[in-house]
C-alpha cells in the first residue's frame, strides 16, 4: 500500500497541509520542520502523486524538454546541467526524442508546468499552432517570435575571439565554421568574425572564412586541411564548434602542425570538454554553469509570473585562456 500525506503527518504529528508545504518547499514552513517532514517521507518510501498534486497546486512539477534531433557534445552537457538545478529546484525533466511537433503535443497531455526547446528543434514546430497556456522557453535564438529566449550571443562571442587574438598580436585570423546557408545561429558566429576583423583594423580575406559544411569532427578535419593547403597559413584559427576543433587539431597534429607555436586555436563553446582534448583548447562563449542557471531561472520565471519573462535574455560571453594560444 503506498505512502500518503496522512502517513507523514501522523509520524511528524503536523497537520496534512503542513506536510504538504513542506514538500512543496513551501516559505510558510519552518526549516527544521521542512526537514523532519522530508526526511520522514524519504523514511517512508513516499513518493508523490502528480495527478492528485495537480489538481490542489494547478501544477505537475513536470518541465517537457524537446531535444533537437543533433548529436553534440556541448548539447549533451548543457542538458545535464540544466536536469540537475531543476531537480534542485524540485521540478522533474522530461526529456522527448520525439519530433517537435509530437514532443510538445506529449507534454502538454502530461500538463507540464513549462516546455524548454533548443532552438535547432525550431523546423518542427507548427506556426500557426496557438502554444496554449504553458510557457515556452527557447534555449538559443528564438524558435518563434512569440517565444522567450535565452540567447549565448554566438556573434558576440566569436567577435571577443577575434578581439583576444589581434591582441596577442595575430593579424592573419581565419575562421572554421557552416555558413552562407547556414542556419542563423551559425551566420550569427560568421558575422561577429567579419566584424571583429574590421573592427580590429585587419582586412577582410574571403581564403580565410571555411566552410566547414557541418559542425561535426569530420569537418573540421577536412577543413583544417584546407586551411593547410592555403599558400600563406595564418597564425591563428577560430573554431565554430567543440567537435569541429577536436578535427582540426587532429588534423594539425597528422600534418606536423604544433599548437600553439604553429598556429593558435580558440574554440566556440565554453564547455569543460575543450580542456580534455589532446592540447586544452581556449573557449569564448557563455559558460556552461551560466547558461543552465538563466535557463532554470527563466524556467521558475515564467511558471511564477509568466508575464514578467522578456522575449529575449542575451547572455555576456567569456574568453577562457588555455594552451592552445
Do not use: C
Not at 506536510?19 to 518547499?25: E, F, G, P, Q, R
Not at 531561472?297 to 594552451?323: A, C, D, F, K, M
Request: glycine fraction near 6%; proline fraction near 5%; charged fraction near 20%.
Amino acid at each position: 500500500m503506498s505512502v500518503t500525506i496522512k502517513d507523514i503527518s501522523k509520524h511528524v504529528g503536523v497537520s496534512y497541509s503542513t506536510v504538504a508545504k513542506a514538500l512543496n518547499n513551501s516559505p510558510l514552513v519552518k526549516e527544521a520542520t521542512k526537514r523532519k517532514v522530508i526526511a520522514v517521507a524519504e523514511s517512508l518510501g513516499y513518493r508523490p502523486n502528480l495527478a492528485a498534486r495537480s489538481l490542489v497546486t494547478k501544477r505537475t512539477g513536470l518541465i517537457g524538454i524537446v531535444w533537437p534531433n543533433v548529436e553534440r557534445p556541448a548539447l549533451s552537457s548543457l542538458l545535464t546541467s540544466i536536469q540537475k538545478r531543476l531537480a534542485d529546484k524540485g521540478l522533474t525533466a522530461l526529456l522527448s526524442i520525439d519530433e517537435a511537433q509530437q514532443a510538445i503535443t506529449t507534454f502538454l497531455n502530461l500538463r507540464v508546468d513549462a516546455i524548454l526547446m533548443f532552438e535547432e528543434s525550431a523546423d518542427g514546430i507548427d506556426d500557426g499552432q496557438a502554444l496554449a497556456n504553458v510557457p515556452f522557453i527557447s534555449i538559443g535564438m528564438p524558435v518563434r517570435p512569440d517565444v522567450p529566449a535565452v540567447d549565448m550571443n554566438r556573434r558576440e562571442a566569436i567577435k571577443l575571439a577575434v578581439t583576444t587574438l589581434i591582441a596577442k598580436g595575430h593579424t592573419r585570423i581565419a575562421y572554421i565554421g557552416p555558413y552562407a546557408e547556414a542556419s542563423i545561429q551559425q551566420r550569427e558566429k560568421w558575422i561577429g568574425y567579419r566584424e571583429g576583423i574590421y573592427e580590429g583594423g585587419l582586412s577582410f580575406e574571403n581564403g580565410l572564412l571555411i566552410d566547414s559544411n557541418g559542425l561535426s569532427w569530420q569537418h573540421g578535419y577536412q577543413a583544417a586541411q584546407q586551411l593547410l593547403a592555403l599558400s600563406n597559413r595564418p597564425t591563428a584559427v577560430i573554431s565554430g564548434s567543440y567537435d569541429l576543433a577536436a578535427g582540426m587539431l587532429r588534423a594539425f597534429q597528422t600534418y606536423g602542425i604544433t599548437v600553439p607555436d604553429d598556429i593558435a586555436i580558440i574554440s566556440y563553446d565554453h564547455i569543460p570538454h575543450l580542456e580534455q582534448l589532446e592540447v586544452s583548447i581556449s573557449a569564448v562563449g557563455v559558460s556552461e554553469d551560466a547558461l543552465s542557471e538563466a535557463v532554470t531561472r527563466t524556467v521558475l520565471q515564467s511558471i511564477e509570473s509568466p508575464g514578467s519573462v522578456p522575449l529575449r535574455t542575451p547572455l555576456t560571453p567569456e574568453y577562457i585562456h588555455r594552451r592552445s594560444d
